[in-house]
């Protein structure tokens, strides 16, 4: 990093320069210096794309950051912000799943959240928010809870649309859709659509990639609700492949549910 520093010095306005040492600082997760370099970097050109997704990724982890320590109204205004840059990133490289799957993990990272504090600041997400004729009138809005993570949810998808042979992807939807389908009203028809949606989107997950416990695992979260022999196959596939602890709890939980 002190080389790029130093071309820095020499010359100011060297992009690249300054792109890589953001780079650095966020690997290294000093995430407000990584923010405020590309921040730098964008000043010198404001359309330059790794450098939206680079500080929009920044302040998703400081978002993170935020809500591992309980400052869930901080982490609402990084999420505001790093949805801003990860819009400019994506209407100008719709192309890219890896930003479509940035804005999803922005929306449904708020799950946990109040819903009187989970109301970020939402850009006009080109035509997957939005119909076309509404996105010049329309450049951003306060959304509630239950619309951010359907926002999501459509974001996972565009993500897929690009990258359908990716099982991770499948795995963000099905956890996005769970997550909706928790929020809706107990019992009603739009709980069990999404519900039936995140065991599809799991289930997808598992057959693209059944060697990774974490898939497993989802799949045994998410159908504990409609079939409780499948959450525990589920359970105890994920733990044949990585002994861990979040399986064998939640394995033990659904034999003290079918006991009862």
């Known amino acids: 990093m002190k080389a790029f520093h130093r071309a820095v010095e020499l010359d100011p306005k060297l992009i690249y320069c300054h792109y ?3 780079s650095t600082k ?17 000043q010198i050109d404001g359309n330059y794309v790794p450098a939206l997704i680079g500080r929009g990724e920044a302040r998703f982890a400081l ?3 935020s809500l591992s320590k309980g400052f869930d109204g901080r982490a609402v205004e990084h999420i505001s912000q790093a949805l801003a840059d990860l819009t400019e990133a994506a209407k100008a490289r719709p192309g890219f799943s890896c930003v479509w799957k940035l804005i999803g993990d922005c929306c449904v990272c708020l799950h946990q959240v109040s819903p009187d504090v989970a109301r970020p600041t939402v850009p006009v997400l080109i035509s997957v928010v ?8 329309v450049h951003s809005s306060t959304v509630d809870k239950d619309a951010l993570i359907s926002i999501g949810c459509r974001c996972y998808g565009q993500a897929l649309y690009l990258k359908p042979s990716s099982a991770d992807l499948w795995h963000d939807l099905a956890n996005s859709y769970h997550c909706l389908g928790k929020l809706s009203m107990e019992g009603s028809i739009e709980q069990r659509d999404s519900f039936r949606k995140a065991l599809m989107a799991i289930k997808k997950s598992v057959s693209l990639d059944p060697s990774h416990h974490a898939h497993w695992n989802a799949l045994g979260v998410v159908s504990a609700g409609v ?3 499948l959450a525990q196959h589920a359970f105890i596939k994920s733990i044949q492949i990585e002994p861990n ?9 659904s034999y003290c549910c079918r006991m009862l």
């Open 227 to 229: 079939s409780t022999s």
């Open 63 to 65: 978002a993170m950051a």
């Open 130 to 137: 939005l119909p076309s004729s509404h996105q010049d009138s």
């Open 20 to 22: 890589q040492i953001a």
């Open 26 to 42: 966020l690997l290294l997760g000093l995430l407000a210096e990584a923010a405020s370099h590309f921040s730098q970097v964008l």
């Open 245 to 253: 602890v979040s399986s064998r709890s939640l394995l033990c939980e």
